[in-house]
């Protein structure tokens, strides 16, 4: 289950009025599929308390998953899944794995976090029954690798 390998956080909200965009700010992450979920780049300033970079983040009404490589600040129903432990790569797999889900929320049937712990998600595991975090980061670097040495159509 999601909730026995990661840590959901709900992190400070930011209202559209309470935040001024510049185009050198730290991204301003609501409740949309698109765009990782950034709406904007919002000035950080003292009163701005920043989410982590490293993390994924979700909107329960939208139930979609992102990864966010830098520090953040939210908008209203967004939350994040600690993953600062594991490489960005291996985030980039749980992320996609996490994206089966999304079709059971919606709307008027939102992913809050304590029905997010309860979901299963598959991931490819060691030898010793932990999440294979290398595998998943060597699997999305192929990927990667693949798709830049491709040529375009």
Not at 36 to 60: E, M, Q, T, Y
Not at 93 to 119: D, H, M, R
Not at 129 to 145: A, F, K, T, V
Request: charged fraction near 20%; include cysteine; hydrophobic fraction near 35%.
């Amino acid at each position: 289950m999601v909730g026995n390998l990661f840590k959901i956080h709900k992190p400070r909200v930011y209202h559209a009025h309470e935040v001024k965009e510049t185009p050198d700010g730290i991204p301003y992450v609501v409740r949309s599929k698109f765009n990782n979920g950034i709406k904007c780049r919002v000035s950080k300033n003292l009163d701005i308390v920043a989410s982590p970079g490293g993390v994924i983040s979700f909107g329960s009404e939208n139930a979609s998953f992102f990864y966010q490589t830098e520090e953040w600040c939210s908008g209203r129903d967004i939350y994040y899944i600690d993953t600062r432990s594991i490489p960005q790569e291996s985030c980039l797999f749980v992320t996609a794995c996490l994206q089966t889900i999304t079709g059971k929320y919606s709307y008027n049937n939102g992913l809050f976090p304590e029905l997010l712990k309860k979901e299963t998600i598959k991931l490819p595991i060691s030898e010793n029954g932990e999440p294979n975090w290398s595998y998943m980061q060597d699997y999305i670097l192929h990927i990667q690798r693949f798709i830049s040495f491709s040529p375009l159509y």
